[in-house]
């Protein structure tokens, strides 16, 4: 059971990359209680190390944000986990990238694993969760966004059509769950190019410095800035 003090953290996506280093940021806050998502917990080994250490602060729980049927599922689980205090704050972290094809070059099937893993997936996370948020102090949804997502900035090119596609998709729903949950503080988050097996090893940032930074920008949000698209640094992303 959670105290007054405590803020409780559900985090998809965090056997490997941003979502792990982010769990393993949040549990070295003894206020933090951490949900921690992922396809197979039982096989992540980085994982059930912090949780054998994390003095019963981190829980693991099996969730495929490819497969409705598992995010259902996953629910009766958190909620007893997380009793009567709810959730305060969803990161919706899991994500997925297939590759850095064009227009002209995108199938219909890659597109459509982008698009269930990277606007589905986080817009039936969130809806099923929903109730917990709901009882929860802060009532914050993250949504993992990219800068490929963003038409202002105008340096996307032609690569990473269905990925980039996709987020901007992302973007979208974040725009429509702030207008139908007035309530409550959704923003869509770039954590920057990092060093991760999605970003790769040519990226400028390591995960430690964007993950500190994004933790700065989402425990400070408030109502004010629901719906906004920011960066790691807390500066908004043009749309």
């Known amino acids: 059971m959670a105290s007054s003090n405590t803020h409780t953290w559900m985090v998809t996506g965090t056997s490997r990359g941003i979502g792990f280093e982010m769990t393993r940021q949040l549990i070295a806050d ?15 080994n980085a994982l059930r190390a912090l949780q054998a250490d994390a003095n019963g602060r981190l829980h693991l729980v099996a969730l495929d944000v490819t497969d409705e049927a598992s995010i259902r599922s996953s629910f009766n689980k958190v909620e007893r986990i997380l009793g009567d205090h709810g959730l305060d704050y969803l990161y919706n972290n899991a994500g997925a990238n297939e590759g850095s094809d064009t227009a002209f070059t995108m199938t219909a099937a890659v597109a ?5 893993a990277n606007v589905l997936g986080p817009a039936l996370v969130a809806q099923t969760f929903l109730p917990l948020l709901e009882k929860g102090k802060r009532k914050v949804v993250v949504n993992m966004s990219s800068a490929l997502a963003s038409l202002g900035l105008g340096t996307v090119g032609p690569m990473y059509a269905s990925y980039g596609i996709s987020k901007t998709a992302l973007n979208m729903l974040t725009h429509k769950q702030k207008s139908e949950k007035p309530d409550m503080i959704f923003i869509g988050m770039d954590p920057g190019w990092v060093k991760t097996a999605m970003g790769g090893d040519d990226a400028m940032l390591e995960p430690e410095i964007s993950v500190s930074n994004i933790l700065k920008v989402v425990t400070n949000l408030t109502n004010k800035d629901s719906g906004k698209f920011l960066r790691y640094t807390g500066e ?4």
């Open 30 to 44: 003894p206020s933090n209680i951490v949900v921690a998502t992922c396809r197979n917990p039982d096989s992540a």
């Open 112 to 116: 459509t694993r982008m698009f269930q």
């Open 236 to 239: 908004e992303v043009p749309w």
